[in-house]
C-alpha cells in the first residue's frame, strides 16, 4: 500500500532509435501506467514524458525530474520499466544514489518489483546494468556490421547522389539520370572558371538533385566535389576503404577539382566586356593580371596596377594577336609530315601493346604488394605498434596507390591503342596550330595557346610563356631548322 502523503513522478520514455520495436509508444505507457497508479492507489504530482535516447546523460526533462526529487516535490517514480529511466550509467547511479539518500523512497515498475533494501537496490543495478550492456553490445555489433560492409567496399549509409541504395540486393547502384550531371560538375569545375555560386546556378538549372525536389546550397557542391566515393574510394569516420562500386570519375579529375578548391579560382568576368585577352596575362613588371580597355576605337592591353605604381605601357590588341599568330606558326607542322608521324605511331603501337602488357602485370604486382602491406598494418595496429591515427594515414595512402593501379589496369584493357592518343593528338594540334595562325580567330589561337603552354607574361609590348615539354621541343626543332635554312615561317622551312 502507499505510504501517508507519498507523492510520485510518472515519467515515459520513447525515443527514435529504440533499437525495441516492441517498446510501448509513450501514449500508451501513460495509459498503461495511469491505469496501474489507480489500481495501486498511487498519488501522481506530475507526469514527465520525454523523446531522447537515453545512452547518454544529458536528458533535459530527466535532470529536471531529478531535480524535483531532490526538492522533495515528491519520493517515487513510477515508470513501464527500469530502462526508461536509464540506459547509461550517469543517469543509473544517480537514481541509485537518490535512493542511498532517502530521497528516493519507492520506484514502480508494471513489470519490475523494487524495494528499497540492500537487495532491492542490488537487484535495480543490475537492471540498469542490463539495460546499459543490451545497448552496449548493439552499438558493438551494429559496429562490426558496419566495418564488415566497409571492409566488403559497400558505403554503410545512404548513397550520395548520383548513386541509389538498392535495397533488394543491399548494394549502391549508378543512378542513370543522376549521374551524367554529378560528372559534368566535376568536369566544370576542374576547369578553374566557375565558383562553387556559378556552377550552382548552372547544374541546379541542369536538374541536378530534382528528384528530391529540393535545390542544392552551395555547401552541397563544396561537399560533392570534396567526396572520393565519387573515383570508387570510402571515406567514412576518417578513414579510406576501397569501394566496389562503380566510379563515376577518374582519380585524375578529381585530383584536378581539389586542386582548383585549394587554390580558389574566383575568375571576376560577371558584367565585363568580354574582351579575348583579358587575364590571360600577366605583368612582367609588377605581377598583376593584365585587364583590356577600349581607347579611340582600338582594344589596348595594360597592367590593372592595383595597389602598385607599374611603369608597363600600353599595348594594342592587334599587336598581341599578330605575336600569337607567330608564336604558334613556330610550334606547327605540316599536314604531310604529321601524317608520316601518324603513320609511324600506327606501326610502333603494335609492339607498344606488348610492352603494356609487361607494365600491367607490374601493375598487378603491385597490388599484390599493396594489399600485403595493408595487412602487415593491421597487424601492427592490433600489436599495438601503430596508432589509430598513423594506421589511417597508412591505409589512406595504400588505398589511393591501389586504386590508382587498378585504374590504370582497367585503362590499358578499356583503351588498348588509345594510350598513343596524346601523341597523336599531339599531331593534330601542331597542324592546327598552323593552319589557325593564318585564318583562325584570336580566341581560337588563344584557347590553342592555353592548351599547350602556361605562365603567359606580358612586359616591354611582347608576350612571353612556357611551353610544354613536347610543344617547347618542336619550337625549338622549327628554330633550328629555320636557321639551316635561312628561311621564316614554317611553310617556307618544309615547302608547303
Known amino acids: 500500500m502507499q505510504k501517508p502523503n507519498m507523492r510520485y513522478f510518472l515519467y515515459a520514455r520513447k525515443s527514435t532509435d529504440e533499437p525495441d520495436r516492441q517498446i510501448l509508444s509513450i501514449e ?9 497508479a489507480r489500481k495501486e492507489g498511487l498519488t501522481i504530482v506530475r507526469e514527465f514524458l520525454e523523446s531522447k535516447t537515453a545512452k547518454e546523460p544529458g536528458r533535459e526533462v530527466f535532470n529536471e525530474m531529478v531535480a524535483g526529487l531532490e526538492q522533495g516535490a515528491a519520493q517515487g517514480i513510477v515508470a513501464w520499466h527500469s530502462d526508461r529511466l536509464a540506459r547509461n550509467s550517469v543517469d543509473g547511479g544517480r537514481i541509485i544514489y537518490l535512493v542511498d539518500l532517502g530521497k528516493v523512497l519507492e520506484l514502480k515498475f508494471p513489470t519490475f518489483w523494487f524495494d528499497r533494501t540492500p537487495q532491492g537496490k542490488f537487484m ?75 556552377l550552382r546556378r548552372i547544374m541546379n538549372a541542369e536538374g541536378l538533385n530534382k528528384r528530391r525536389n529540393k535545390e542544392l546550397a552551395t555547401s552541397n557542391y563544396q561537399r560533392l566535389l570534396v567526396n572520393p566515393f565519387f573515383y570508387g574510394a570510402i571515406k567514412y569516420l576518417g ?30 568576368t560577371k558584367g565585363l566586356k568580354p574582351y579575348v585577352y583579358r587575364g590571360a596575362f600577366r605583368c612582367a613588371g609588377c605581377g598583376r593580371f593584365v585587364t583590356t580597355e577600349t581607347q579611340k576605337g582600338h582594344n589596348y592591353l595594360h597592367c590593372t596596377k592595383r595597389n602598385v605604381n607599374c611603369d608597363q605601357a ?56 599493396l594489399n600485403q602491406r595493408m595487412n602487415a598494418i593491421l597487424d601492427m595496429l592490433l600489436a599495438g605498434q601503430l596508432t589509430q591515427s598513423e594506421y589511417a ?54 584557347q590553342i595557346w592555353k592548351n599547350i603552354g602556361s605562365n603567359f607574361i606580358l612586359g616591354g609590348k611582347r608576350i612571353s610563356y612556357k611551353l610544354k615539354s613536347p610543344w617547347e621541343k618542336l619550337r625549338k ?3 633550328a631548322a629555320a636557321a639551316a635554312s635561312g628561311k621564316s615561317g614554317f611553310f617556307e622551312i618544309w615547302g608547303g
Open 28 to 36: 500508451a505507457q501513460l495509459a498503461e501506467l495511469r491505469e496501474y
Open 124 to 198: 535495480l543495478s543490475i537492471a540498469f546494468g542490463q539495460s546499459k550492456y543490451f545497448v552496449d553490445n548493439l552499438s558493438e555489433n551494429v559496429k562490426r556490421g558496419l566495418r564488415q560492409k566497409l571492409r566488403n567496399g559497400i558505403l554503410p549509409t545512404l548513397a550520395p547522389l548520383g548513386y541509389l541504395n538498392d535495397t533488394k540486393n543491399h548494394t549502391i547502384v549508378v543512378d542513370q539520370e543522376m549521374a551524367p550531371l554529378v560528372r559534368r560538375t566535376f568536369e566544370l569545375y576542374a576547369t578553374g572558371k566557375y565558383p562553387l555560386r556559378e
Open 239 to 268: 578513414e579510406f576503404y576501397e569501394g566496389k562500386h562503380k566510379p563515376l570519375i577518374s582519380k585524375a579529375l578529381y585530383d584536378k577539382c581539389q586542386e582548383v578548391m585549394r587554390n580558389k579560382s574566383k575568375p571576376h
Open 314 to 369: 600600353f599595348v594594342r590588341e592587334e599587336v598581341i594577336d599578330a605575336q600569337l599568330r607567330a608564336e604558334l606558326k613556330g610550334v606547327s607542322l605540316p599536314p604531310a609530315l604529321a601524317a608520316e608521324a601518324l603513320d609511324n605511331i600506327k606501326k610502333v603501337s603494335i609492339k607498344a601493346a606488348q610492352a603494356g602488357e609487361e607494365a600491367a602485370q607490374n601493375l598487378r604486382d603491385e597490388i599484390v604488394i
Open 393 to 446: 594515414d597508412k591505409k589512406r595512402s595504400f588505398v589511393e596507390k591501389k586504386m590508382e593501379n587498378e585504374m590504370k589496369l582497367a585503362a590499358f584493357a578499356r583503351q588498348g591503342d588509345n594510350r598513343f592518343e596524346p601523341l597523336m593528338g599531339f599531331y593534330n594540334t601542331a597542324v592546327l596550330a598552323g593552319e589557325s595562325a593564318i585564318s583562325g580567330d584570336p580566341a581560337e589561337n588563344l
Open 477 to 479: 626543332f622549327n628554330s
